[in-house]
């Protein structure tokens, strides 16, 4: 199996030929040609980007193994037969009854689990628990499901936008500023200093409910110890929440649901309705204030196909605008030097569309609350063998400074 570096080396040459190919295009080459050398340049494209989701799960593999490797204190390191075993923790008791109530629900539950179930929920009750039927999520199982979450988009990736975990789900007012456009004076001996207001502003941030729907779990496999049912059960529901919950907080209405940063945003116009030009991308990035494009959250946002037409564009001086990522240095792949972040929910080129986002990410905040409920149905499908489970989650985004962030709007 090639290495992480061979398939990076692979990735360069890719990027070589891809780019030899668009500069047999001429202003006379045939129409046919055209397309013929456009497919053949974005196959090796699309093979880059193939090298690029086995690097990330090389990436990833290796994270793991790590994080395995590591001693663990409570392991034993020779024959400790002899010695006490170190008592599990709060924490670990909590899980070990969790998988038990996913498994056999609160029948299957011992006197002991029961009692710091019902010591956990009650000590995390707040607005809106799911409490009849149901138990609030052990903290390794939603930690997981964050990265589950994160996983079906980058606005719930706290290295995009700023994350605001909560306990609980009321309502919080952020105070807002913007002083841009004020600046300091100069004054004489026993002059009076004029007054200049700096004006604060709110906004409001709530907590709207999302479900996953029902999951449905075979009784087999609920009785099958070898199935990590946890961890089926989790991924499941990461995927479903995380999708919508990354389109609300991408292009929500603000109307009983997420204000969206592409809604939120300002926009900077682009010169045609089916295209985006060097230009184009220019406008938009002097749209936003020097003092934002220096913030270390400062990136572009947009779709895979947005993509793939801006890595066949090049500057005035014929350079291409898009660079891969650098072998040696490790530094991801830029537009314009800036790094960027795929999002499915930004909408393609288009007429009234917005299909780039650039600023600083992380003025966008994503509020979530830490409580994750599921609850466990079994009579509703007792009939076809299955035990459904539900979870719900609540969150909200709002983009705090609406300066720090502009889209590309196309005509």
Do not use: C
């Not at 390794?140 to 789900?169: C, H, I, N």
């Amino acid at each position: 199996m090639p290495t992480i570096l061979e398939m990076r080396e692979k990735q360069q040459k890719l990027v070589a030929d891809a780019r030899a190919l668009l500069a047999d295009i001429k202003d006379d080459t045939a129409e046919a040609r055209v397309a013929e050398l456009e497919g053949q340049h974005d196959a090796a494209m699309a093979e880059f980007d193939k090298l690029e989701a086995r690097i990330k799960r090389e990436e990833d593999l290796e994270a793991r193994e790590r994080d395995l490797n590591t001693a663990d204190e409570r392991r034993p390191v020779a024959d400790t037969r002899g010695e006490k075993v170190a008592e599990k923790t709060a924490d670990e008791k909590y899980q070990d009854a969790f998988r038990s109530f996913l498994r056999g629900g609160v029948a299957n539950l011992s006197a002991e689990q029961r009692a710091i179930i019902k010591t956990v929920e009650e000590r995390g009750q707040s607005v809106g628990t799911q409490t009849q039927g149901g138990y609030l999520v052990p903290g390794v199982f939603q930690a997981e499901l964050v990265k589950s979450l994160k996983a079906w988009g980058p606005m719930l990736d706290p290295g995009v936008t700023r994350m605001l975990p909560t306990s609980t789900g009321a309502t919080i007012t952020m105070p807002t500023m913007n002083d841009t456009a004020n600046v300091g004076a100069l004054i004489g001996e026993n002059q009076q200093v004029s007054v200049a207001e700096i004006a604060f502003g709110t906004k409001s941030i709530d907590a709207y409910k999302y479900t996953s729907g029902v999951v449905l779990v075979s009784d087999e496999l609920l009785q099958d110890a070898v199935m990590d049912v946890e961890g089926i059960v989790r991924d499941a529901m990461g995927e479903r929440i995380g999708r919508i919950a990354n389109t609300h907080l991408t292009t929500g209405d603000g109307a009983s649901k997420p204000n969206g940063i592409v809604t939120a945003a300002g926009t900077t116009a682009a010169a045609g309705a089916a295209a985006i030009t060097f230009d184009d991308l220019i406008n938009l990035e002097h749209s936003v204030d020097p003092a934002y494009r220096s913030d270390p959250s400062i990136k572009w946002m947009f779709n895979d196909a947005t993509l793939k037409a801006l890595r066949k564009l090049k500057d005035l001086e014929g350079n291409y605008i898009w660079q891969p990522a650098d072998v040696k240095g490790g530094a991801p792949a830029t537009i314009l030097t800036y790094g960027y972040v795929i999002n499915q929910a930004v909408a393609d080129i288009g007429t009234t569309n917005k299909s780039v986002v650039f600023g600083a990410m992380n003025k966008y905040i994503v509020r979530m609350v830490k409580e994750f409920a599921i609850k466990r149905l079994v009579e509703r499908y007792a009939d076809y063998g299955q035990v459904g489970l539900i979870g719900f989650t609540r969150l909200d985004g709002e983009l705090l400074d609406t300066a720090a962030v502009k889209t590309l709007l196309h005509p």
